[in-house]
């Protein structure tokens, strides 16, 4: 109540009364909201140790590679390895010439096979030579390329093929040769010419068997000769 109030003897309104009570109860049941202002984040300075990259690899428990690997678990100690002699060639009085031999087994091999190349080259030229020889110079190209195609593929492999098995069955004779007289020499190699050349003409009868062996024994013998003079 106010002084004019007690003065005049007025009563103050209900509505005036109660709006500071209504205010107040309002005041009291707002839900209070409080607003923090946010903290600026904290960084902390790295120190000396922190950028040591060495120290990092230490203390951090790295695989190790090598356990990686398929054989790690394997016992070195325990292993047995596959020693291959390279350089041993063959103890055999005669063996050491201008092409050493290791054994039967590189005789054989390398032998056929340069023997097998040698005469298929020889073949195809002599089929070159011949299919160019049977087709007139006025024939169209198509035609002379396919005298000369005839004649390389008919040419190369037969002779190719027949000197590739009579070499292996040379080098079989001279090896054995060699084995049961302790020694390569000459007389080897013209023997097993000669047994060669016979057994690859056994079935033409006596005469080609006796050609071919004599061809086959001149050229062993002639290789053998050259091969111990270089």
């Given at each position: 109540m106010s002084f004019w109030d007690a003065l005049t003897g007025r009563?103050?309104?209900?509505?005036?009364?109660?709006?500071?009570q209504s205010?107040?109860?309002?005041?009291?049941?707002?839900?209070s909201t409080t607003f923090q202002s946010p903290s600026a984040p904290s960084f902390s300075s790295?120190?000396?140790s922190d950028m040591d990259m060495s120290s990092f690899l230490k203390d951090t428990t790295l695989p190790d590679p090598s356990a990686l690997h398929p054989l790690a678990g394997?016992?070195?100690s325990t292993l047995d390895y596959l020693s291959l002699e390279e350089s041993a060639l063959s103890?055999?009085?005669?063996?050491q010439s201008a092409l050493p031999s290791r054994g039967w087994s590189d005789d054989l091999c390398y032998g056929t096979g340069v023997t097998y190349l040698t005469a298929l080259t020889m073949g195809g030229t002599w089929g070159l030579v011949e299919g160019l020889n049977r087709s007139p110079a006025s024939a169209p190209p198509k035609l002379r390329l396919n005298s000369v195609l005839n004649s390389v593929t008919r040419r190369g492999p037969f002779l190719g093929n027949s000197?590739?098995?009579v070499a292996l069955v040379y080098n079989g004779f001279n090896s054995t040769l060699g084995y049961y007289r302790g020694k390569h020499d000459a007389a080897n190699s013209i023997v097993a010419g000669a047994l060669s050349g016979m057994l690859f003409k056994s079935?033409?009868?006596f005469k080609p068997m006796a050609i071919s062996a004599g061809i086959v024994a001149s050229v062993a013998g002639a290789w053998a000769v050259s091969t111990n003079t270089l």
């Open positions: 009563k103050p309104s209900s509505s005036s009364s109660a709006s500071p205010s107040d109860t309002f005041a009291d049941s707002a839900p790295p120190s000396a394997l016992n070195q103890d055999l009085p005669g063996s000197a590739g098995v079935t033409r009868g």
